[in-house]
């Protein structure tokens, strides 16, 4: 597949995977101390349902695409320590592997019925967190140079 196809469709995985995190992270956070527990409980429930039914192929088109657009890099993967392109794009690879860690964390917790606020609290800071250090390292990477 050419490179601006796997772009695209990267880049609009990216858009409703990190436009959800930011959503859960700022309002939905910003509204527990206004909701009853249980509300909160319920809605949280019924999020991870819809989560787990439609982020697995969000999921899987972001990380195809990003694999197909890393192979056309791999030169300067290869060898991460001798461009600052290569440094950055690695970094990015590794938080992006760190963030499919706690989306495996978040459903196999919710499977068992295990997936408390407090998981789902955390689970999404991080994961916030992950997702502001991917942006700003998708666009430094081809900015920063030394
Ligand atoms: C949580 C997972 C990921 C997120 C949220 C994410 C997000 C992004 C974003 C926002 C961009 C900038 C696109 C643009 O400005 O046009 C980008 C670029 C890129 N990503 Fe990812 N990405 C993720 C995972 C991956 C993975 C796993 C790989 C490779 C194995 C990868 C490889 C790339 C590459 C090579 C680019 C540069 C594309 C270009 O502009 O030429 N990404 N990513």
Do not use: N
């Not at 030169?75 to 495996?104: C, R, Y």
Request: net charge positive.
């Amino acid at each position: 597949m050419s490179y601006p196809i796997l772009l695209t469709l990267h880049l609009f995985a990216a858009l409703i995977f990190i436009g959800t995190v930011f959503f859960e992270v700022i309002f939905l956070e910003g509204v527990r101390k206004h909701v009853p527990r249980e509300v909160m409980r319920t809605m949280e429930t019924a999020i991870a349902t819809r989560a787990r039914s439609l982020m697995p192929w969000v999921l899987l088109v972001l990380y195809s695409a990003g694999i197909g657009m890393a192979w056309y890099h791999r030169g300067a993967l290869a060898h991460p320590l001798d461009s600052s392109f290569g440094l950055l794009l690695t970094i990015k690879i590794v938080l992006a592997l760190s963030v499919f860690g706690h989306f495996l964390t978040a459903m196999t917790l919710g499977k068992k019925g295990k997936l408390r606020s407090v998981h789902f609290k955390y689970i999404h800071i991080s994961v916030f967190c992950h997702m502001v250090g991917i942006v700003l390292l998708a666009k430094a990477m081809f900015y920063l140079h030394w």
